[in-house]
């Protein structure tokens, strides 16, 4: 098992913390925004005497909600195509586990979620990769790279929309190819979806499931990310294809139940949040522009204008990223601060792509988001002497 | 992926529920006692506003405190030894990829905890059984058949200890013998020891931690059972071993955290509950006595005293339980109400075991036990006709 990039560095901030070093974190997709109150609300008016298992799928009162949130984006679904999952995490190694057998390959866009290269270790699973370009701001590669790493041991195309960790996101026209790909080869999709509210291009959303490709989509999504609800652990996985349904809910049931305090949570949090989902909205892509620019305006550092989800993978004047973010931790500070990136090379599959590149998460509040950025610039002026 | 025999059946009790059907569920270790207050109202009380990932190890908070409840039953451990996990099932499941490889073989006394299998399968270990007899009260099996058991590729012992599904507890003797066999293959020990607590037959219990081999240890536990807490998904895995403790934390950071809120109650249930758990204890064992009694007295019907968890196995005078406990959901009806058993042949590796034999959990109140006990009795003079 390779460490988590996001987490591997967690015991140096630990150490600095203890000394009495104020870290900005930059590398966890944790938003600091609030949850809904109407989520918060609903725990304390829980009025259940025993904290009893839930179905192994999942409330129906959960997955029949979430039907009309789907339906709004033009996604039609009934409760019996969802299965609640502990995060999307646990929908993404079941996925792999119910569609793809040890040695079995799948495509993946690299730089991609680090933890999806852990799950795929996991389940024996070989991960393909076809590489986006920081200078072509991360856009999804020709079809032909996807032609080439695709083996007759190709399973399935893992596609994160918008993008963890560039932020970007797919066109229309690129999802189109990736459909072509799927049923020219008959592979699955496993379409990781949890960032859909955050798209900042202003153009409507396209999800894999309106693709018009039940039997090969395999969506992956949660409620971690919309509603700043990380912790309950509630993700879902969604599909239209009932042999994979069948199957995974087979796992679900050896794992028991989903979490029962966080469908309480999540199911509170899904109606008549719109002026919450509204505000976080604006607050990110704030965020997002002040941070970027500012980024791009220290010497040496480039980040693409990332159109989704709240992360860039940036580029800096350093040989060795990891090294500097190592360094960042336990010796830089700046009146007692420092700033913890994730390394980026951890994103990549492909050895020695990405040592120079960062993934950031703009999840904390702007005066604390410049802070961070005059930490990196003064740190990179003293590392690079 | 086998289907869960506690589970599998439920379809049909939906259906036979959808009909107005009132169903006794004897088939599944679902408490009905209330949780603790202390752990409700933790609920009430949660200030923070941001319901954020916990660290990929659980709350510090949370194992600080579990290394004071472990100290009383004489178990030494600091907070680094302890990771909490999703629920007992993922520690078993995180185990089983932390310490076999796939083609590894791991040695179980049947019948087991069908999950068991279903995480072996997953991890793609391989399950050789010994056979604990119901004749001899399910008592561990003759040390010669755990050697014929073992193959250059055994990697490890698993014990449930009081053990599910036949709620037998290992007497310090035979816990001895496991661990000579443990030392002189050098194997892990899983011990799943969460039903610690319900033991009714007086003598002081041996934890798998107190045997003096802990390198090999690796204890698999759970709040689940022991304060009527399943849902919150709260388990551990505790074990001396350092490399065996920083490759499952590997696996846990890539599922980001175990549940926030399931670690908020299960921190506060955990000191000051002594009059609950004894309560609890005594509820246990006076439904125990009552059950297992009104079982013995139908024709036909064998259960030996369990001395520990909630369940046990007993045989029928039927050919084919399963077929029984399918008939009793779709067929059978005693004014209006019928009964759910779990076919204990899923509970065993070898076919054809246990054919005749259900495992039942006796977790309803007295009168709804007596109810079961009179369907039962009704149903088998019918089916048996």
Known sequence: MPSSPIRKLAPLAAQAKKEGVKVYHLNIGQPDLPSPQKGLNALKSISRTTLEYSPSEGYAFLRERLC????????????????????????????????????????????????????????????????????????????????????????????????????????????????????????????????????????????????????????????????SECGIRVGMLITHNKQVHDTVLKYCQARLSPPLLGQIVADASIDGVEAYARSCFEEYKERRDFFIKGLNEIPGVYSPMPEGAFYTVASLPVEDAEDFCRWLLTDFRLNGETVMMAPAAGFYCTPGLGKNQVRMAYVLKREDLAQALTILRKALETYCK
């Open 68 to 227: 009309g949130y789907y339906a709004k984006f033009g996604i039609s679904l009934t409760p019996e195509e969802i299965i609640i999952t502990t995060g999307g995490s646990e929908a993404i190694l079941l996925g792999f586990f119910t569609c793809l057998n040890p040695g079995d390959e799948i495509v993946m866009v690299e730089p991609c979620y680090a933890n999806y290269i852990s799950f795929a270790k996991t389940a024996g699973v070989v991960v393909k990769t076809v590489t986006a370009r920081i200078e072509d701001g991360f856009r999804l590669p020709p079809v032909e790279e996807f032609e080439k790493a695709i083996t007759p041991r190709t399973k399935a195309i893992l596609l994160c929309n918008p993008a963890n960790p560039t932020g970007y996101v797919y066109t229309p026209e690129e999802l189109q190819q990736i459909k072509e790909i799927v049923v020219s080869h008959d592979l699955f999709l496993f379409a990781d979806e949890v960032y859909r509210e955050f798209v900042y291009n202003g153009k409507p959303y396209t999800s894999a499931l309106t693709l018009d490709i039940p039997e090969n989509v395999v969506l992956i999504d949660s409620v971690s990310k919309r509603y």
